[in-house]
């Protein structure tokens, strides 16, 4: 009996935003293993080139892109180098966000509130929008976006994150729905509390760590690697009838 090739990305060229740590570079690491030319994307080149490097000293294919999605001219000249670079584009990896205010939603500073809405709305609209018109020419493509177990239940002092992934999910189905005419998927992974620098707020806080893991099941905190492999599911040909979903990976919180 020979093994699936479901989850084979060879030939796909996958885009991967905040690939410089955390989430986005186990996404990226996975993706490149599974066969994708994976572009490794952050703010800054220097924070997502070594994700590159590594990936292809481990025998992979990845090119280090510059790309703060909260400035649209930024996207507009990403993807204008993506299509002369590579003529298409297969997967992307919505997974770039920010959370700059952790405070009473009464103490919402405006800046703070713009900021959040520009990246993890905005952003997340116009990388889709820009990534859907060349998949749209390919006939095909899958378009994931990452949001967080806050859409569904606010977090404690993240009111406008939370808000922002709320939309992530409903913005997701939009995509899926208008875009399945053109063989295009979009899906949401909505991540439970994964150890990471951009939740070291919650996950180094003990008193806020163990207050959290007494409504986790799983009874700890998951690893990045293990939202990397939800990511592969829905980039691949394993989720072929799978559009508009989101799925929570959580350690059972939801539940």
Known sequence: MSKTHLFDLDGKIAF?????RGIGEAIAHLLAQQGAHVIVSSRK???????????VAAGGKATAVACHI?????IQQVFTSIREQFGRLDILV???ATNPQFCNVLDTDVSAFQKTVDVNIRGYFFMSVEAGKLMRENGAGSIINVASINAVSPGHFQGIYSMTKAAVVNMTKVFAKECAQFGIRCNALLPGLTDTRFASALVKNDTILNAA???IPLKRVADP??????????????SSYTTGTALNVDGGYLS
Not at 45 to 55: F, K, N, R, T
Not at 70 to 74: A, C, D, I
């Open 16 to 20: 991967v935003s905040g690939a410089s």
């Open 45 to 55: 080149l220097d924070g997502c080139q070594p994700v590159a490097d590594a990936i």
């Open 70 to 74: 909260g400035e649209l001219e930024q």
């Open 94 to 96: 919505n997974n770039a």
């Open 213 to 215: 893991l007494q409504q």
């Open 225 to 238: 690697k293990e939202m990397a492999g939800a990511v592969l599911y829905l980039a691949s040909a394993a």
